[in-house]
């Protein structure tokens, strides 16, 4: 085992028994929480890695990187998550590998994903990213619906064609009155999938929770947890 492969082993059995820790705490099954890793900034060795290690779910957020490391890594079973920002002259190309895109927050947005994975002949899965930094009708420091606008949203996935809405996704905020709760903020969001599940019974995918604070949200019922530091190590600076 090399070096790199015996630190990411090491670095995700310990990701894996926080995960185990946190579901007994919360009475829940292991199998109820899916691990995300963010593979941001690094490199496809890395990918290949931890696809060698049974991990099954990796995620970018920068579609310059994601789109060439998708691409080196398209022979392994593995779904890419979409979890950055995304402007809509990138849509096209995200298409192009994203199995989910995790920070749906407007309507243009949804417009143009339809249109490109119609034409790609794919249907691409979708997580609305919930800004529960927002006021009533604005968008999040970070992206993200406001809550207020979350349940027209899911209604205009839902009936767009070449998607499929999955569920809700949030960053614990760092302003407004969930800084620094973020089981709180993390519990308002299971409040907001309750909503839109009404509506939508199989949009039951809830991402919260990172490297920092995925306890708390396995705790308030996430159903996936996406991290990367924990798994991967500090990230090396950019630029």
């Given at each position: 085992?090399?070096?790199?492969?015996?630190?990411?082993?090491?670095?995700?059995?310990k990701v894996e028994e926080r995960i185990?820790?946190?579901?007994?705490?919360?009475?829940?099954?292991?199998?109820?929480?899916?691990?995300?890793?963010?593979?941001?900034?690094?490199?496809?060795?890395?990918?290949?890695?931890?696809?060698?290690?049974?991990?099954?779910?990796?995620?970018?957020?920068?579609?310059?990187?994601?789109?060439?490391?998708?691409?080196?890594?398209?022979?392994?079973?593995?779904?890419?998550?979409?979890?950055?920002?995304?402007?809509?002259?990138?849509?096209?190309?995200?298409?192009?590998?994203?199995?989910?895109?995790?920070?749906?927050?407007?309507?243009?947005?949804?417009?143009?994903?339809?249109?490109?994975?119609?034409?790609?002949?794919?249907?691409?899965?979708?997580?609305?990213?919930?800004?529960?930094?927002?006021?009533?009708?604005?968008?999040?420091?970070?992206?993200?619906?406001?809550?207020?606008?979350?349940?027209?949203?899911?209604?205009?996935?839902?009936?767009?064609?070449?998607?499929?809405?999955?569920?809700?996704?949030?960053?614990?905020?760092?302003?407004?009155?969930?800084?620094?709760?973020?089981?709180?903020?993390?519990?308002?969001?299971?409040?907001?999938s309750t909503c839109v599940r009404r509506?939508?019974?199989?949009?039951?995918?809830?991402?919260?929770?990172?490297?920092?604070?995925?306890?708390?949200?396995?705790?308030?019922?996430?159903?996936?947890?996406?991290?990367?530091t924990a798994v991967l190590g500090v990230?090396?600076?950019?630029?």
């Open positions: 085992m090399t070096d790199r492969k015996h630190e990411i082993a090491a670095n995700l059995a185990s820790a946190a579901c007994a705490a919360a009475g829940r099954p292991r199998d109820e929480v899916t691990l995300i890793v963010v593979t941001k900034t690094y490199p496809a060795d890395d990918v290949r890695i931890l696809s060698g290690l049974g991990v099954r779910h990796v995620a970018e957020n920068r579609d310059q990187d994601a789109a060439p490391k998708a691409a080196a890594c398209a022979d392994l079973p593995l779904s890419w998550h979409f979890v950055g920002q995304l402007q809509t002259n990138k849509v096209r190309s995200v298409v192009g590998y994203a199995d989910v895109v995790q920070s749906i927050d407007r309507a243009r947005l949804v417009t143009a994903l339809s249109k490109e994975a119609v034409r790609a002949g794919r249907e691409v899965g979708c997580l609305l990213q919930v800004a529960l930094d927002a006021g009533e009708r604005e968008r999040g420091e970070r992206g993200g619906v406001s809550p207020a606008g979350v349940e027209e949203l899911a209604g205009l996935v839902a009936g767009a064609e070449g998607l499929r809405l999955d569920g809700l996704m949030t960053v614990a905020p760092l302003t407004g009155e969930y800084a620094g709760r973020q089981q709180a903020a993390f519990e308002r969001l299971m409040e907001l509506a939508h019974p199989a949009a039951n995918m809830v991402s919260a929770g990172m490297s920092a604070d995925l306890e708390q949200a396995v705790a308030a019922g996430a159903t996936h947890v996406r991290v990367g990230r090396p600076r950019l630029g």
